[in-house]
C-alpha cells in the first residue's frame, strides 16, 4: 500500500514539474533559513555553558549613583571578592579580573603589541574551566610577574607549546614566566583573551578602597546555596564596608547620602546570562543582545510559515485539477483516510526532499552567513544526534503543517458532484488561499519596514552631529612608548605636509579609556556640592584638532601659565552644576585621583559644546578636560589624498625614533563604527533574511498567478476574441493579487510600527519612523507582487486565443 502512496506522489511529482519544483524550491529556502537561523541561536545561547560549574558562577555588578550621574557598570571594588568569601558562608570561590590595556611583548628584535591581555587572581582556575593542557592550575598564578597563554600564543613566540618556565619580556622592562599553557579558548566565551597575567603583583589588587569599583569580580556559590538570598547579603556589604567610607571622605552618614538621592547597590548577574542579557559598563567583551535571538528566531519561524503556505496555496488552488482523481478513487473503493494518507505522503516527500536540498544550500550559505554574523559556526553541529532527530522532526511537522489542509480538503470531495463537474475551485473562491496570501505578504512587508528603520537609524548614526569630527583624524597607537621622545615626534610629524595638527592623549571620544571622579563646588568633600563626571587629561590641541566647539570661555592656552590650574566643563557638567555663568568659578578635586584627601582648586576657563563620547544609546554626561601631560596616543588631523605615502612618512620616523617597538595607527571614523557593529551586523542579515521572505512569497504569487491563468484560458480566449487588449488581460488577472497586497499592508504597517518603536527605545539618539518609510515600503511591495504576477499575465494575455478556446 505504502508502496503505492510513494509511487503515485512522484508520479504527480513528475507530471507537475513547474508547481512541484516552487513548492520543493519555497520549502527548501525556508528550511536553509530556519537551520541556518537555528544554528545562530544554538551558538548564541550556549555562551559559556562549557565551564562545569556555570550554573554556580555569578558576576557582582555595581550600580551606582552620586553627584548627578549613574554608572551601571560590571566591576567592583578591589577587596569586594575577599570579604564576600569571608563573610558570606553561601561563597566558595571568588577571582578577580582587571583589565590594563594590553602590552608590548618581545619578539626578537622587536615588539608587538599584544591586545588581549587580562589580570586575574591566582582562583580563576578554581571559578572556571579553562582547558589548561600545562601547568598547574592550582600555582600557574600564584607569583607576582607570570603568564598563562594560549597554544596560539606559545607557537607565535616560541614555536612549540612545551613553554612552561619560559619567560616573556614584556614592555621592555619585565620578564613574565609562562606558567600554564591553555587551548584555545572556545568561541561562545566571553572571556576572549590569549594572555592571562598574575595580579598578585598589582599593589591596586591590594587595595582597601571600597569607593573604586575597577574589577570584574566573580564568584562560584556552594552547592545548594540559593542565590535569591545574595541581594539581601550584599545591601549587609555596603552598609559594613563602604557606609562608613563614605561617612569619612564625604563627612556625611549613609543615611543623609542615600536621602539626597545617591545610592551604591550590588547584584549578582549569572555567568549564562552575561553574553545576551548584559549591557553594562566595563564589560570584559562586547556582548550580544536576547532581543536579537528573539528577532531572528521569530524570522525563521515567519519564512518557515511562508513556505508552508505557499504549499497549502498551490496545493488547495489545484484541487480541481485533482477532483476527478479523487472521485474515481472513491467509486472504485478507496475510503477518506487512504485519501487522506495519499495527500499526506506527497507533502512528507516534497518536505524530506525539501529538506535535503536546504542542508545543501545552508552548507552553501554558511561561510556567507557567518561573515555576517561576524562568528566561526559550522554546519556540523547539526550532525549531533539530538539535533538530527529534531531536524527530522522538523520535516515531519513542515509535511504536516503544509499537507494538513489539502488532503483533509480534497478528501471530503463527493464523487458523485466531482463526477458530474460541478467542482471547480478557482483562484476567486479560495477564502483561505486568499487569506494565507494576504498572512504571506504581511510578513514580508513588515520585514520591509524593520529593515528600512535599521537601515535609517544606522545612517543617522553615521551622519550625526556628534560635537567633534572624527573625519580625516588618524590616531597613532601607543606613542607612551616614545618615552621622552613623543614630544619631538610630534612635533616632526607636524612638520610633514599633509598634517593640519595633533593633539596627544589616552581619552579620545572614540577610545574605551575612561576616567570618573568626584569633582566639589566646594573646597570640603561635601556630598550635596559633589558632582561626578569624566575627567580626562588632555592638551592645549585637543579641542581644535577634533573639531570642537568653545561655546563660553576660552580653551587651555600656553599663553596662560595658569592653565595647569585650569578646567574646561562641557554644557552637561554646566547644567549639572546649576550655574548660569561658570566661567571663573571654581571646582575642586581630590589630589592624587581621590587617593588623597587633600584637595585642588582648578578654575573653569571655557565651556565645550557637549560631544558623544559614549555610544549614541546613552546621553552625554558630565565631563572636565584638564591641561595634564598624558602620552597615551596622539590624534592627528590629515588632510590630502596622498594619505599611504604621509602614513610610510610617519612610519619610517617611528622605526628611527623606537625601532624595537611597533607602530600602530587606526582612523577615528573607523573606530565609530566600530561601536556599532552589533546594529550593522543586524542590518545585514534582516535585509539577507527580508530579501527570502519576499523571494519565498514571490514564488508562491508566481505558482497561484499561473494557476488563475490557467483557470481562466477560455475566458481570456473569449475576451481577446471580443476585442480586449493584453492591457486589459493584465489588469483583469492582476487587480485581485494586488487587492490582496494592499490588505497587507493594512495588517503589515501596525505591527511594524510597534516592533521598532519598541527597539528604538535603545537609543538615546534616534530617529522618527516616518510615513516616507512607509510609503517606500508599500510601493516596493506593490511593484514586487505586480511585477511577479505580470509575468504570467502577460504570457497569458500574449497566447493565441485561437489555441485556448480549441483546448
Not at 95 to 123: H, M, Q, S, W
Not at 167 to 179: A, C, H, R, W, Y
Not at 325 to 354: C, D, H, N, P, Y
Not at 674 to 695: C, H, P, T, W
Request: hydrophobic share 45%.
Amino acid at each position: 500500500m505504502f508502496k503505492s502512496y510513494f509511487r503515485v506522489a512522484f508520479r504527480n511529482l513528475w507530471k507537475n514539474k513547474e508547481f512541484s519544483a516552487i513548492n520543493i524550491l519555497g520549502l527548501a529556502i525556508g528550511l536553509a533559513t530556519c537551520l541556518l537561523i537555528m544554528i545562530y541561536v544554538l551558538d548564541e545561547l550556549s555562551y559559556d555553558r562549557f565551564n562545569k560549574q556555570a550554573d554556580r558562577i555569578y558576576r557582582v555588578d555595581a550600580d551606582i549613583k552620586f553627584g548627578g550621574t549613574r554608572y551601571d557598570v560590571a566591576t567592583a571594588t578591589a577587596p569586594m571578592a575577599e570579604a564576600l568569601k569571608q563573610d558570606l558562608p553561601e561563597v566558595e570561590q571568588a577571582v578577580r579580573f582587571r583589565d590594563y590595556g594590553g602590552f608590548l611583548v618581545r619578539l626578537d628584535a622587536r615588539n608587538i603589541k599584544e591586545e588581549k591581555v587580562i589580570y586575574a587572581d591566582p582562583t580563576l582556575f578554581n571559578v572556571f574551566s579553562l582547558p589548561l593542557i600545562a601547568g598547574n592550575p592550582a600555582t600557574a598564578l600564584k607569583q607576582p610577574n607570570t603568564v598563562v597563554v594560549t597554544e596560539k600564543v606559545a607557537r607565535k613566540y616560541f614555536n612549540s607549546t612545551d613553554v612552561v618556565g619560559r619567560n616573556l619580556l614584556i614592555n621592555d622592562s619585565v620578564n613574565f614566566q609562562i606558567t600554564g599553557v591553555l587551548k584555545a579558548l572556545p568561541g561562545q566565551s566571553h572571556l576572549q583573551f590569549d594572555f592571562f597575567a598574575s595580579l598578585a603583583g598589582s599593589e591596586e589588587s591590594r587595595s582597601s578602597n571600597w569607593l573604586s569599583n575597577n574589577f570584574n569580580t566573580y564568584i562560584l556559590l556552594k552547592e545548594g546555596a540559593d542565590p535569591g538570598k545574595m541581594p539581601a547579603r550584599l545591601d549587609q556589604m555596603v552598609d559594613k564596608y563602604i557606609a562608613p567610607q563614605i561617612g569619612s571622605a564625604m563627612n556625611t552618614s549613609m543615611e543623609d547620602f542615600l536621602k539626597t538621592g545617591n545610592y551604591i547597590r550590588y547584584s549578582l548577574t549569572p555567568l549564562t546570562s552575561i553574553h545576551l542579557y548584559s549591557n553594562k559598563g566595563y564589560e570584559l567583551s562586547p556582548n550580544s543582545s536576547i532581543q536579537y535571538v528573539y528577532i531572528f528566531s521569530a524570522i525563521a519561524m515567519f519564512i518557515l510559515l511562508i513556505a508552508c503556505v505557499n504549499f497549502m496555496n498551490l496545493s488547495t488552488a489545484r484541487s480541481a485539477n485533482r477532483a476527478k482523481e479523487v472521485g474515481i478513487r472513491k467509486v472504485l473503493g478507496s475510503v477518506r483516510t487512504q485519501l487522506i494518507v495519499q495527500f499526506i505522503t506527497e507533502s512528507m516527500l516534497i518536505s524530506f526532499i525539501a529538506l535535503i536540498i536546504a542542508l545543501g544550500i545552508a552548507w552553501l550559505l554558511m561561510p556567507y552567513f557567518n561573515e555576517l554574523a561576524g562568528k566561526e559556526m559550522s554546519i556540523g553541529l547539526l550532525t549531533t544526534p539530538w539535533l538530527m532527530a529534531a531536524l527530522a522532526g522538523i520535516a515531519v511537522l513542515v509535511g504536516l503543517l503544509a499537507g494538513s489542509y489539502p488532503a483533509f480538503f480534497l478528501s471530503a470531495f463527493r464523487p458523485v458532484l466531482v463526477l458530474k463537474g460541478t467542482i471547480a475551485a478557482g483562484f476567486r473562491t479560495g477564502m483561505l488561499r486568499n487569506s494565507l496570501v494576504v498572512f504571506q505578504f504581511s510578513i514580508s512587508i513588515f520585514l520591509i519596514v524593520g529593515t528600512m528603520v535599521i537601515y535609517n537609524q544606522l545612517s543617522y548614526i553615521r551622519n550625526k552631529q556628534l560635537g567633534f569630527n572624527r573625519e580625516q583624524v588618524m590616531i597613532v597607537q601607543n606613542t607612551h612608548t616614545l618615552g621622552g621622545h613623543a614630544r619631538s615626534f610630534k612635533q616632526d610629524v607636524l612638520g610633514m605636509n599633509g598634517v593640519d595638527g595633533a593633539t596627544m592623549t589616552s581619552y579620545l571620544p572614540t577610545s574605551s579609556l575612561r576616567n570618573d571622579n568626584p569633582l566639589f563646588l566646594k573646597p570640603i568633600p561635601d556630598q550635596e556640592s559633589a558632582i561626578s563626571m569624566q575627567t580626562w587629561s588632555v592638551d592645549d590641541q585637543y579641542i581644535p584638532v577634533l573639531g570642537m566647539r568653545v561655546i563660553k570661555g576660552r580653551n587651555f592656552s600656553k599663553d596662560f601659565p595658569t592653565d595647569s590650574q585650569a578646567v574646561v566643563i562641557n554644557e552637561s557638567a554646566a547644567r549639572l552644576m546649576g550655574l548660569k555663568d561658570p566661567l571663573n568659578q571654581k571646582i575642586y578635586a581630590f589630589r592624587d585621583d581621590a587617593q588623597s584627601k587633600e584637595m585642588d582648586a582648578y578654575t573653569i576657563v571655557g565651556v565645550v559644546k557637549d560631544f558623544n563620547f559614549n555610544s549614541l544609546r546613552e546621553q552625554v554626561t558630565p565631563l572636565a578636560l584638564f591641561l595634564r601631560d598624558n602620552r597615551g596616543s596622539m590624534a592627528l588631523r590629515i588632510k590630502g589624498n596622498n594619505i599611504p605615502q604621509l602614513i610610510a612618512q610617519m612610519e619610517e620616523k617611528w622605526k628611527l625614533t623606537v625601532p624595537n617597538q611597533p607602530f600602530s595607527y587606526s582612523f577615528m571614523d573607523d573606530d565609530f563604527n566600530a561601536l556599532y557593529k552589533s546594529e550593522n551586523r543586524m542590518g545585514r542579515i534582516s535585509l539577507s533574511f527580508s530579501v527570502l521572505a519576499i523571494f519565498i512569497a514571490c514564488l508562491g504569487l508566481f505558482g497561484l498567478a499561473a494557476y488563475a491563468a490557467e483557470q481562466r484560458t477560455r475566458e481570456i480566449g473569449i475576451r481577446k476574441v471580443l476585442g480586449a487588449t493584453a492591457t486589459n488581460i493584465v489588469n483583469l488577472l492582476s487587480k485581485d493579487f494586488l487587492k490582496l497586497v494592499m490588505i497587507s499592508i493594512l495588517f503589515a504597517f501596525p505591527a511594524g510600527w510597534w516592533v521598532m518603536h519598541r527597539w528604538l527605545q535603545d537609543f538615546a539618539y534616534r530617529i522618527t519612523i516616518s510615513w516616507q518609510i512607509f510609503g517606500l515600503a508599500a510601493l516596493l511591495a506593490v511593484m514586487i507582487a505586480l511585477f511577479t504576477v505580470s509575468f504570467q499575465a502577460i504570457r497569458a494575455a500574449l497566447a493565441n486565443p485561437v489555441k485556448s478556446l480549441r483546448s
